[in-house]
């Protein structure tokens, strides 16, 4: 898959030639989805890659500072880059579809305006650092899909799903708006539907994998963010669900923390709900004790048990 | 030319109690627009089928509909571009509406959201004789021709995910109109319009962007960012959990380089707001039970003066 847009998408980076990348791994998923980055990190040991943690990079801006100013998350996000430059690193990769969308659309923003690379830089040349251009951010499952291959990762399968009926579940940011994201249609992507056939899944298909799971609202109308949780695994589950898969922490803690307060309107579906790297690395034989799963508040060590994958 | 079947929604609330589906192949070329289709199905097979159009050039915005899952306008939409293998295509009414005749729904939310903006120019000054005119600059006006590209065909409303669980929520199409009379120069409501807005839920987008897929490219994703920023910047119902939602995230990241996970769930709900602190204690309970709550106490990223320089440099209001 490629893109035809001004995000250095088009080029085999330098990072991918030598597997190794510079590594975002944004608020929540150091926070309250630690469980993420560690199976992230176990993940990334499975696959011989080096996955190298920006630490002094800030928050990406989490689409909620652009309600306030119109340039801070672009520069922001420039020092990161500045940051991934410097070390070497052109390929940055997140495990957050918000961290992905926003810090993609800022280097577009960079990337298409000399006048706005300028401002950036202008601003931080007062401490030192400049944004040359070389970055290109990318979601852990694109990585997975271009620069592994779903073939070489079914190949790795030491344990593979048993049929688990997995519901996708892409959420927004990592596909829209399609001039930002554009890796796959927006419309009808399937790349996540790829990775649990080729980890031995058996995708679920229903409308509700590419809508919104009203994370950003939560705290502005919480009944509101749990009914667009409930409705999205009402459908999942009215396919056959027995889990979902997020590529994204904060649809995440929407799904796996809401379900519960939707259930008087929209009946129990009670899904569990995976982070991308869990459940991929667990196909390739990372014991499931050290995936964090004991950390979701609906336990999904229940469904592996169910399919006998786990005892 | 292709045998196309188009499997329509068919009920007529005036008879029918629920609903049914009719299968009508048309011989057309593949590369037709589905509006082209549905007008060979009514002149060739059957006259009932009912439909919204008009212009068929994308100008007039009357025949939105759900095609194939996605909502768009037919008359833009080529039926090669949306047929499955078996060169079906499925139309559906617009979602979020109620159906009134097969794919003509009832359009009233939609307009009655519109009609509450005061949807025309409230000038300044009392100037009834119009002795001047009112000049705008071709700056100030490059800001607002996007959104008078729209055609309210509802598009982004059918898809609006908020609209679909809270009807309450003004929707996209709304909130871009009013940006649109917000940054109007001539315009002296603006205070006004911000507060209205507001009151009409403009903090519960939840920033899905599904009405980036506008048919007409207004974007009204990014014009209610816009519509937020100003609500900030005349400070409007800054007591709201929206604004201060987004003031509490913006001060942390400059305080610690992060989102603040703890500080943002006080700070935008209340420190002092009993009620409202107990209403997402059971979820909070729940997580520590699970060892999931986020840290109390965050340590500033490495080189966290940087990023203070920046939101310095900008100008950024954190409060």
Redesign the interface.
Known sequence: MSTTLPLNDHTRTHSAQTRRYGFFPG??A????KELFNSTMLLAEKLNIELIEL?????C????????????AR??NA?TYAQAEALGLDDVITICSTCT?HMRAANKELLESEERMDHANA?LG??G?KYQGNVTVRHLLWLLIDDIGLDTLRSMVVRPLNGLKVAPFYG??II????VNGWESA?KPHSLEDLITAIGGEPVDY?GKT??C????Q????N??A??VG?NMRMAADHGAEAVLTPCPLCHLALD??Q??SADRWGRTDLPTFHLPQLVAFALGVPADRLGL????IDPRDVLVARELVS | MAKITLDIFRFDEAVDDVPHRDKVVVDVPETMTVLDALETAKAEVDGSISFRRSCRSAICGSCSMNIGGVTGLACKTPCNTVMDEDFVVKVDPMPNFQPMKDLVVHMDPFWDKYARLKPYLQPKDEDSAHATERRVSPDDMKKLVDVANCVMCATCYALCPVVSVDPAFAGPAAIAYAYRFIEDVRDGQRKERIAQISEDYLWLCAHCYACSYCPKHVDPNDRIIDVKRAAIKDRVMMDERGPRHALVVTKWIKKVGMLHETELIAGTIGRFNVRGLLKVAPLGLRMAYKGKLPPVFLKPIPKVDEVRTIFDALEVPVS
């Open positions: 608020c929540v150091k926070e309250s989805c630490t002094a990079a800030s928050c801006g989490a689409s909620v500072v652009n309600d306030v100013n119109r340039d801070i520069v922001l020092r969308g601003i007062k401490f650092a927004c940011h829209r708006p399609e001039s419309r409308a809508r919104c009203g994370f950003h609202i705290l502005e109308k919480d509101v963010a009914d667009m409705q923390g809401y519960a307060d004991n950390k979701h508040l």
